[in-house]
């Protein structure tokens, strides 16, 4: 008997959205990091088995895009823009603020999971330099000075959150 | 069922528009979005309904009207009076705009009534008149801040899908490439191929299967164009398509986009969604034999995939690695079949082209450049923003009428084009006219658009190495010359930057640079050297001023 709607893992949903592409993969792979923001291990080989792929085939594939994700980014995904018009108004220096107040570098996530910090480049908002987006939160024209407090926003945010789910 | 009739939807929304005495047109591209154009949005709406004028004014949100820097802008349209735009409307600011100008405006319905504003709105204000718009030229962005780029019968309004009607029912393939031949349109992706050559390529390819690709994975770091336009104007990307797939004998249309650019990916997902609803795309479109689909594709953060080969690489669910050409893809493309390849910008130009005829194009322009190109203006000028030039406008009218000059105290020094892959102008050339070959002339690329304006205080080292940083990042690996070459490369301008470094690296880096432009597999690795060459041509000075300091500036 065919599975309900219900019954399908979200694996199974995008491997169906995609089934009438010749090579769904990338596809797939998309949809999984829009929902889970990085693509799990057990995901991989959900994928491999559905797709028919080998599991070398997906991780070099995953690997060699910048865009996917092997690791949980943490809550808030704190992109600087180090594009062209960013770079010429300081971005530089945005990108060393936020990873000594965090105490990371690019590319890592802090340890209680709250923070994850990366360079990406042009965000589209060229007039608004420097940039910086966290999560669906564009931040133009930001200085250094300002990093702290945008920190302290968000941990407040998570904090009112929890206490809310708490209570 | 009978085929769309173009003409009545036109008609119907003309005079769907015409029933409102003022229109409201919001950016709501992703600068404005930032800048909260969205909260804007919902304020004109709320004041809108308090003063009960619903049926008089409608809110409509637009692409890009060009100011980004100057976000979110409104602009306000009372029937029989001169529009007004605001700048950095907020939300309060928006609830005074519809009680304190359109409410006033609109009581008194005398037919020129020229409403006084208040101060606190004027202030506000900005000129229509001022060369930023005046030198401008639209031609790819005409709709864009003028349509809700989310409604087909918007786009129709505009005269949309008239080219697709007219070359479905009256031109044959060749006619249509007879045109473009005329408008002298080249690819705006970078390399300036010329279109219709690309085309006659494709469509002499005999298969049974062919593709039309749109290039959407736009990859200069700094620049927004293609961005701008699938996001102002989806429809015109669309109807592009169509009419190269036509053109080419094409079956089907990919659109590669961005994955970071999901404004973009949305309204292109609407755009097909509403085409096809509208009988546009699928079997036998507007009754004819013609027969059409479209998939969406996203990139996944690779620049390489910008190139041709690899971005057919990626659609086949691989690495995105190039492969040598020839075979070009318009021989052999995706899953082996000719494949049309093109970028947004250059499909956007078609339906204009098709519509108004390739002379009409060819009246913008010099030589070998016609018709007009969308840049994204950055850096250090006062009116930062996405704007649309004739092609031969000297790089001086668009710096200083359009951009207004410098926007820091000190001289500009100098304008980068063509990204990663392009070079500086300096100051001094700044009268070269915007132009494939004069761009090239003076060690630059016209490329896809970026245009980035420096002052004195941008260090042209600091800036090559920036670009070279890039495309080191990105590079694919697969040959050595750029592998190996870039590498070496970043490592001694590192060295000079620290001032470390020697005449002798000087050296060192001209034959580097040398010997990935000509051993490289990709065009990627072919230009990574441009920046570096460029500044070294014009700028040696400052090449040298660290050479021979020993702390750096
Ligand atoms: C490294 C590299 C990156 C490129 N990136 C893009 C890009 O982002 N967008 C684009 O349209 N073309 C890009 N191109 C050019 C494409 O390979 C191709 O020439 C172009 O899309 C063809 O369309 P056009 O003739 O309409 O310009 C790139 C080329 C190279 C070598
Ligand atoms: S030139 Fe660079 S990007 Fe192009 S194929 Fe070679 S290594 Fe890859
Ligand atoms: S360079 Fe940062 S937004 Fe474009």
């Known amino acids: 008997m065919a599975k309900t709607k219900q019954q399908l893992s979200p694996i199974e949903i995008a491997a169906k959205k995609y089934a009438r592409y010749r090579d769904p993969l990338i596809m797939v792979l998309h949809e999984i990091q829009t929902t889970r923001g990085y693509i799990p291990r057990e995901a991989a080989f959900e994928i491999a088995k559905l797709l028919n792929v080998p599991l070398a085939r ?105 206490a809310d789910a708490a209570s | ?317 691989r690495r995105g690695t190039p492969r040598p050409r020839p075979p070009y893809p318009s021989v052999k493309g995706v899953w082996d079949m000719p494949t049309c390849l093109n970028n947004v910008e250059t499909l956007a130009n078609v339906p204009s082209i098709l519509r108004n005829g390739g002379d009409w194009f060819a009246q913008w322009g010099t030589g070998s450049s016609k018709g007009t190109k969308v840049f994204a203006l950055t850096g250090k000028v006062i009116n930062s923003g996405l704007i649309e030039i004739p092609m031969g406008l000297s790089l001086r009218e668009v710096v200083e009428k359009i951009g207004g000059g410098s926007s820091t105290a000190k001289e500009i020094k100098a304008v980068q084009t063509g990204g990663p892959s392009g070079g500086v102008i300096k100051r001094e050339d700044l009268d070269l006219p915007v132009c494939y070959d004069r761009f090239q002339q003076a060690g630059s690329i016209m490329g896809s658009g970026g245009m980035i304006v420096m002052d004195q205080d941008d260090s042209m080292v600091d800036i090559a190495s920036f670009y070279l940083g890039f495309t080191v990042d990105e590079s694919c690996g697969k040959c050595a010359p750029c592998r190996i070459g870039g590498k070496q490369l970043l490592d001694l301008l590192e060295k000079i930057s620290q001032g470390k470094g020697t005449k002798k690296d000087i050296e060192s880096i001209k034959l580097l640079c040398e010997a990935m432009r000509s051993a490289s597999l990709c065009g990627l690795g072919q230009t990574a050297p441009n920046p570096v060459v460029s500044t070294l041509t014009y700028f040696e000075n400052e090449y040298l001023e660290k050479i021979n300091s020993e702390v750096c500036k």
């Not at chain 2, 309904?49 to 809110?59: A, F, V, Y």
């Not at chain 2, 606190?120 to 401008?136: C, E, G, H, S, Y």
């Not at chain 2, 039309?212 to 927004?224: F, K, L, R, S, T």
Request: charged fraction near 25%; aromatic fraction near 8%.
């Open chain 1, 58 to 162: 997906i991780y070099e594939v995953i690997t060699f895009y910048n865009y996917f994700r092997l690791k949980s980014p943490g809550k808030a995904v704190i992109s600087v823009c180090t594009g062209t018009a960013c770079h010429l108004k300081g971005a530089d220096k945005l990108v060393k603020e936020f990873s000594e107040e965090l105490d990371i570098e690019p590319g890592q996530t802090t340890d209680d999971g709250l923070f994850h910090l990366q360079s990406v480049r042009c965000v589209g908002c060229c007039g608004l330099a420097p940039v910086v987006v966290i999560n669906e939160k564009t931040y133009g024209k930001l200085q250094p000075s300002q990093v702290p407090h945008v920190i302290a926003e968000w941990k407040e945010k998570f904090e009112t959150e929890t």
């Open chain 2, 1 to 317: 069922m009978p085929p769309v009739n173009i003409e009545k939807i036109k008609n119907d929304e003309i005079k769907r528009q015409n029933d409102f005495c003022c229109r409201i047109f919001v950016c709501a591209s992703t600068g404005c979005i930032s800048s909260q154009s969205m909260e804007a949005i919902d304020a004109l709406e709320e004041a809108v309904k308090s003063h009960d004028l619903e049926n008089e004014i409608e809110i409509v949100p637009t692409g890009c009207m060009g100011l980004c820097a100057r976000g979110p802008l409104v602009r306000v349209e009372v029937a029989g009076q001169k529009p007004v735009l605001y700048e950095t409307v907020d939300p309060m600011f928006a609830r005074l705009v519809v009680s304190e100008h359109i409410r006033p405006a609109l009581a008194k319905s005398v037919k020129d009534y020229a409403f006084k504003l208040p101060d606190f709105l004027k202030n506000r204000t900005v000129p229509l008149d001022i060369d930023f718009f005046a030198q401008q030229q639209k031609v790819v962005l005409a709709n864009a801040g003028d349509i809700d780029p989310e409604s087909i019968e918007a786009y129709i309004a505009r005269d949309g899908y008239k080219a697709l009607e007219k070359i479905l029912l009256n031109m044959s393939p060749e006619q249509i490439i007879e045109q473009i031949e005329k408008s002298g349109l080249r690819g705006r992706g970078g390399g300036g191929f010329p279109v219709a050559k690309k085309w006659t390529f494709a469509r002499q390819s005999q298969a049974e299967y062919k593709y039309v690709i749109c290039n959407g994975d736009e990859g200069d770091p700094g620049a927004y164009m293609d961005r701008s336009i699938l996001e102002a104007d989806p429809h015109a990307v669309l109807e592009g398509v169509l009419i190269a797939a036509y053109a080419t004998g094409a079956q089907e249309g990919i659109f590669y986009i961005r994955a970071e650019y999901p404004l973009a990916i949305e309204r292109m997902k609407k755009a097909i969604r509403q085409a096809k609803r509208n009988k546009l795309l699928g079997k036998n479109i507007l009754g004819t034999e013609f027969s059409f689909d479209c998939q969406i594709r996203l990139g996944a953060g690779a620049f390489v995939c910008g190139e041709e080969t690899a971005l057919i690489a990626s659609i086949e669910g």
